[in-house]
């Protein structure tokens, strides 16, 4: 079975095959479902996922604990650099004063109306999350390839532009998921209406691009290229659904990948270019960032099932609602097939969303998902573990930990 799980982790990259897939990885649609075994046996159903799970780390048969407290290995109230610090925000913001205003300069346009749409999220209400990943691991890079304690503009740059985009997305999913509250008040699309939305997303995405342009370096403009791309394209993941139970996780975890990690993986990635040479640094920060942003978007998954509107700023229960089949979801149709026909017609009949919500909540679904997010993590973890010891290499550590335990 061991064998199984291997086979399962490493034929299911949706990068080049040199590329280390990390404890659960998005593939090719499909490629989660069965593979070929050399000698030609049956192939790996997706019903026996949560049981590889289960073997293939010795430590998930007292999953419960996992659950309900974090492992030493993300707890580092000191860090291991030996230094000080208060927390990971804290240490970023230092970088990011004046981000969001910094952004809505970025944004100016003359028109009032289209102004106060395209500037409507930056007012510093958000977690910011993003950003702070993308200056601590610049700085983390600088200290690790010649000990140097500047912050470069251009990888400064790099923040903004990546909140930029960030935020352009959330106007556009609004649109298309219908949402009318976000961060705790009404979206733009509900205040402004559909198209106008559309075009200030649009607005927001074409300043970010002005920005990169502006710092010069062809790679970084390549590698934040393919985000917007990937967003684009797991948009229309999401749009689409698997009928073959085998494929489902697969199409998941890559929508997941594109949706939400691909930025932060990528982001990451721009910064250590722009600070190094080295190919292997560059590498570090792309699987760190893809494996937080991935345990990210696990955990967010299963706080729409156990968190309350008031603190997610957003309706919980929103997946299901939207006909969609998160984590979860699918950890729960192992327990309760009858689930599968809910899946496929996408929680369209009447009570389908709370029978659902239902076997969730009484299934290891959220359990289940929360650990994988722990996997994720601890890949995070060891790969950032590479660098040079620093305050901000260890506050990228600890924020593995915050992912984690996060209520909203």
């Given at each position: 079975?061991?064998a199984r ?8 990259s949706w ?8 404890p659960g990885?998005?593939g090719?649609?499909?490629s989660l479902?069965?593979r ?9 159903p ?12 010795p430590s998930?048969?007292?999953?419960s604990r ?9 707890c ?7 230094e000080?610090?208060?927390d990971?925000f804290?240490?970023?913001w230092?970088d990011?004063k004046?981000?969001y ?5 970025e944004v ?8 106060e ?9 958000g977690?910011?999350?993003r950003?702070i990943?993308?200056v601590?691991?610049?700085?983390a890079?600088?200290i690790?390839h010649?000990n140097?304690?500047d ?5 400064r740059s790099?923040a ?14 609004d649109?298309i998921d219908?949402?009318r509250?976000?961060?705790?008040k ?18 927001i995405?074409?300043a ?6 502006r710092?010069g ?6 590698i ?9 394209r797991?948009?229309f993941?999401?749009l689409?659904s698997?009928?073959?139970e ?5 199409h ?6 594109k949706?939400?990690?691909?930025l932060?993986?990528?982001s990451?990635?721009?910064v ?7 190919p ?10 893809k ?8 955990i967010?998954?299963?706080l ?9 700023g ?7 609602k939207l006909?969609l089949a998160t984590?979860?979801?699918?950890f729960?149709?192992?327990?309760f097939?009858?689930?599968n026909a ?13 029978r ?7 299934s ?5 998902t929360?650990?994988?997010a722990q996997?994720?993590c601890?890949?995070?973890?060891r790969e950032?573990s590479k ?6 290499r260890d ?14």
């Open positions: 079975m061991a799980w291997w086979r399962w982790r490493h034929g299911c990068r080049p095959a040199a590329r280390n897939p990390g990885c998005p090719r649609a499909g479902g069965p070929a075994a050399p000698d030609g046996r049956a192939q790996i997706y019903c026996s996922l949560v049981k590889n799970l289960t073997l293939a780390f998930v048969h007292s999953i996992f659950y309900h407290t974090t492992p030493a290995v993300f580092c109230s000191k860090t291991q650099s030996g000080k610090y208060s990971p804290k240490l970023g230092k990011l004046g981000l205003e910094d952004i809505r300069k100016f346009v003359s028109t009032t109306e289209l102004k749409m395209s500037e409507y999220y930056f007012d510093g209400k977690k910011g999350f950003p990943i993308v601590l691991m610049a700085r890079c600088n690790h010649n140097s304690r912050m470069q503009a251009n990888q790099i903004l532009i990546t909140e930029m985009i960030h935020t352009a997305s959330l106007v556009h999913d649109v219908n949402a509250s976000r961060r705790g009404h979206t733009v699309n509900n205040i402004w209406g559909e198209k106008k939305a559309v075009l200030a997303g649009d607005l995405l074409s970010a691009s002005v920005a990169l342009a710092i370096n062809t790679t970084v403009l390549s934040l290229t393919e985000v917007i791309e990937d967003l684009v797991g948009e993941l999401q689409g698997k009928e073959n085998n494929e489902r996780f697969a998941y975890l890559e929508k997941t990948f949706k939400t990690a691909s932060i993986a990528n990451c990635k721009a250590s270019v722009l600070s190094c040479p080295d292997e640094v560059h590498e570090i920060a792309y699987q760190y960032g494996n937080v942003g991935i345990a990210f978007q696990l967010d998954d299963v729409d099932f156990t968190s309350c509107s008031d603190k997610m957003k309706p919980t229960a929103a997946d299901l006909g984590g979860p979801v699918l729960a149709c192992q327990q097939p009858e689930m809910m899946i496929m017609r996408r929680f369209s009949f009447p009570g389908d969303v709370d659902a919500r239902q076997y969730v909540l009484q290891d679904g959220v359990r289940q929360t650990y994988l996997r994720y601890h890949e995070a973890v950032i660098l040079r010891a620093s305050p901000e506050a990228l550590i600890q924020l593995s930990e915050i992912v984690l335990t996060r209520d909203k």
